[in-house]
């Protein structure tokens, strides 16, 4: 069985770093790209960014390029998402979700997310 | 960037009728559309991939069409169990964006 398990969310004042985490199991890791989907409180989805299988390929929402970086760890079975500068806007909900292919960028399974809140 | 839009916002049907959700890209994109489907308080679930291939396990009362710019999430006998928020997604190119969503109800 897929799973996705973020963690490392909580509550950070602004201009702070934060990393999440994303454990992997159920699946052979290496083969397929992840991503990192947001949804603050209330509103819609957001796609933040996405990193091929073999972390060739790194992929940034404009909304966050310069300030969040992500990385995986094909041994670990874990994806990364180390953030910086943090806005009040970045408040959400960080779903870890899996890509369908090694470069396909749609999502068929997804964690339960974990809360992120910026405020003084 | 492509910019992803969607109709209506929010809708609301008696349970049986068809749904008809539209997504339209603001530059062609083949057929690199997903739909997903959110009920309140869940994850997201991917309904729909290639923007015709349902999904393993979907039932298939769901099913989209279109191509290029212009695309069609359709539910044709709308049930209770359907109540969420439909989201679109491009997966051509990055920025891999979302619709901003299309919220059903039931009457």
């Known amino acids: 069985e897929v799973q996705l398990v973020e963690s490392g969310g909580g509550l950070v004042k602004p201009g702070g770093s934060l990393r999440l985490s994303c454990a992997a199991s159920?699946?052979?890791?290496?083969?397929?790209?992840m991503n990192w989907v947001r949804q603050a409180p209330g509103k819609g989805l957001e796609w933040v960014s996405s990193?091929?299988?073999?972390?060739?390929?790194?992929y940034y929402a404009d909304s966050v390029k310069g300030r969040f970086t992500i990385s995986r760890d094909n041994a670990k079975n874990s994806l990364y998402l180390q953030m910086s500068s943090l806005r009040a806007e970045d408040t959400a909900v960080y779903y870890c979700a899996r890509g369908r292919g090694s470069t396909l960028y749609y999502f068929n399974y997804w964690g339960q997310g974990t809360l992120l809140t910026v405020s003084s | 960037d492509i910019q992803m839009t969607q109709s209506p916002s929010s809708l609301s049907a008696s349970v049986g009728d068809r749904v008809t959700i539209t997504c339209r890209a603001s530059q062609g994109i083949g057929i690199y559309l997903a739909w997903y489907q959110q009920i309140p308080g869940k994850v997201p679930k991917l309904l729909i991939y290639g923007a015709s291939t349902l999904q393993s396990g979907v039932p298939s009362r769901f099913s989209g069409s279109g191509s290029g710019t212009d695309f069609t999430l359709t539910i044709s006998s709308l049930q209770s169990e359907d109540v969420a928020t439909y989201y679109c997604q491009k997966y051509n190119s990055a920025p891999f964006t979302f619709g901003p969503g299309t919220k059903v109800d039931i009457k």
């Open positions: 990193i091929s299988s073999s972390s060739s390929y790194m």
């Open positions: 159920g699946f052979t890791f290496s083969d397929y790209s």
